[in-house]
Structure formats: structure tokens, C-alpha cells
């Protein structure tokens, strides 16, 4: 599967719990096909006192979401389609309606 989103691109999530919401990508996990998504998808997670941490207990962090429940969001704030394209000898992210650059 070709990645067709990268860290600190602005998505929104089309299906699943966080339907509707926008967030900017923390992290990309290709190996799983996943991103975490700033904000999205809180989870709860125990967590045991460290000597970098002294206070333990329960904290909410993001989990990631598989990438086929995200979708690029454009400048003017709605969700595109995005393919690579070969431009001037490089391979760029180009939105599928329009043929504007992304990147």
C-alpha cells in the first residue's frame, strides 16, 4: 500500500469512533498502515511510577488509526483525494480532482 500521508499533514477521520474530526499527524507507522493523529482516538492507560515520572496513574494518549479511515485535508479546509504524480522529474502528491500540488 502506497502512503499518501505524511507527519504534520492536517486529516480528517471518515469512519470509526472519531468520525468528523480534524487533527495534524504526530506519527506515521508504516509496518501497520497507521498514523496517530493529534487529539483523536484518546485512550486510557495505566501507567506504573518511574524514576523519570514519580507520579503514575492513569493518562490519556492518542492510539493510532489505520490510514484507510483517514482522508488529507486541502487549505480551504475539505477533504481531497490525493495521488503521486511525476512533475519536473519528481514524484509529487497531487489532489485527484483538481491536479493542485500538495506539498
Do not use: C, F, W, Y
Request: proline fraction near 3%; glycine fraction near 8%.
Amino acid at each position: 500500500m502506497s502512503l499518501n500521508l505524511k507527519k504534520n499533514d492536517t486529516v480528517k477521520v471518515i469512519s470509526g469512533k472519531a468520525r468528523g474530526k480534524t487533527g495534524r499527524i504526530l506519527r506515521v507507522l508504516t509496518l501497520k498502515n497507521t498514523a496517530i493523529v493529534e487529539g483523536l482516538n484518546l485512550v486510557k492507560k495505566h501507567q506504573r511510577p518511574t524514576q523519570q515520572d514519580q507520579k503514575g496513574g492513569i493518562v490519556e494518549r492518542e492510539a493510532p488509526i489505520h490510514l484507510s479511515n483517514l482522508m488529507l485535508v486541502n487549505k480551504s479546509n475539505e477533504p481531497v483525494k490525493v495521488v503521486r504524480r511525476v512533475v519536473d522529474g519528481k514524484r509529487v502528491r497531487v489532489e485527484k480532482k483538481t491536479g493542485k500540488a500538495v506539498d
